[in-house]
């Protein structure tokens, strides 16, 4: 997922609040999506 550029979020002016949790961190106005979690929470909801 990091080779495809999937780490990359929204600009930091267009964000939704209840998305703070999967964000580790923010750079040059660009949230940084943290790929551990959102990963593992993708595979929990894909399981049921």
């Known amino acids: 997922m990091m080779r495809a550029?999937?780490?990359f979020?929204?600009?930091t002016r267009k964000w939704n609040p209840r998305m703070a949790?999967?964000?580790s961190a923010?750079?040059?106005g660009i949230?940084?999506?943290n790929l551990t979690r959102?990963?593992?929470f993708f595979f929990q909801k894909l399981v049921i």
Do not use: D, E, L
Request: charged letters at 20%.
């Open 5 to 7: 550029g999937v780490h």
């Open 9 to 11: 979020g929204h600009g």
């Open 21 to 23: 949790p999967y964000i």
């Open 26 to 28: 923010k750079r040059k």
């Open 31 to 33: 949230h940084i999506i």
């Open 38 to 40: 959102t990963a593992r």
